[in-house]
């Protein structure tokens, strides 16, 4: 039993054998069976995503003051730069999963120019987009010099440790919106 839940992988791919046999035993259309697995493994990765987003600004972001000084390396050299990873690949995939369950619903364009029937969603995927964007092009750059992943002074490592977290609270501000939109698109 400890071995078991010991091992993270072998956790996860039970989950995935659990799943795939939810899955044949309610047959679900196989037209449809694409998206079905396109729109579980959406939420999976944002999950993921958004999970990473709120531990850095529920947990870590708040609590980094008050840990001291000796044990602050802990968090920036070996807790933050995996959260970080795990944090901006579980973006990229959910914009890849997202993009692909609305092109192969059939309104992927609509969603894009807000159109009527689809203002919902496509409100929800703008801000998801944003979001997106910030963690690849701000909020990682800006880490990486924070966390000494790449060389910087000690002036520009502080500068970009204060953008990267104005962005973090951005997306955690737009998560909000976001979250409603992605939940009761499919309500119409
Ligand atoms: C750019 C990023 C994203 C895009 C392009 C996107 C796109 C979509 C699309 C097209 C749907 C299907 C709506 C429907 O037809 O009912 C959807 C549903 C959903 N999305 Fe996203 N999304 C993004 C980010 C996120 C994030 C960050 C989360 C956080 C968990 C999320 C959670 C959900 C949930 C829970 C659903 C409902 C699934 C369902 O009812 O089938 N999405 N998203």
């Known amino acids: 039993m400890d071995k078991f839940f010991g091992n993270l992988?072998?956790?996860?791919?039970?989950?995935?054998?659990?799943?795939?046999?939810?899955?044949a035993y309610l047959g679900p259309d196989q037209a449809l069976l694409l998206n079905y697995v396109l729109r579980w493994l959406h939420v999976f990765?944002?999950?993921?995503?958004?999970?990473?987003?709120?531990?850095f600004n529920f947990v870590q972001i708040p609590t980094m003051p008050s840990v001291p000084a000796e044990l602050k390396p802990g968090v920036s050299k070996y807790i933050a730069p995996n959260a970080l990873f795990f944090f901006r690949w579980g973006a990229a995939f959910t914009v890849l999963t997202g993009l692909a369950v609305a092109y192969i619903t059939g309104y992927l364009h609509q969603a894009m120019v807000l159109q009527a029937d689809?203002?919902?969603?496509?409100?929800?995927?703008?801000?998801?987009?944003i979001m997106?964007?910030?963690v690849w092009f701000v909020i990682w750059?800006?880490?990486k010099k924070a966390l000494g992943?790449?060389?910087?002074?000690?002036?520009t490592k502080a500068k970009a440790a204060k953008t990267a977290?104005?962005?973090?609270?951005?997306?955690?501000?737009?998560?909000i919106p976001m979250l409603y939109a992605m939940t009761n698109a499919n309500l119409g």
């Open 118 to 129: 689809y203002r919902l969603i496509g409100i929800g995927m703008w801000l998801a987009l």
């Open 141 to 143: 750059p800006n880490q």
């Open 165 to 175: 977290m104005i962005f973090s609270r951005i997306n955690t501000l737009l998560s």
């Open 149 to 155: 992943l790449v060389e910087a002074d000690a002036d």
């Open 45 to 55: 990765f944002g999950i993921v995503w958004i999970g990473l987003l709120y531990y």
């Open 132 to 134: 997106a964007f910030n």
């Open 9 to 23: 992988h072998l956790v996860l791919l039970t989950g995935l054998v659990a799943a795939i046999a939810l899955i």
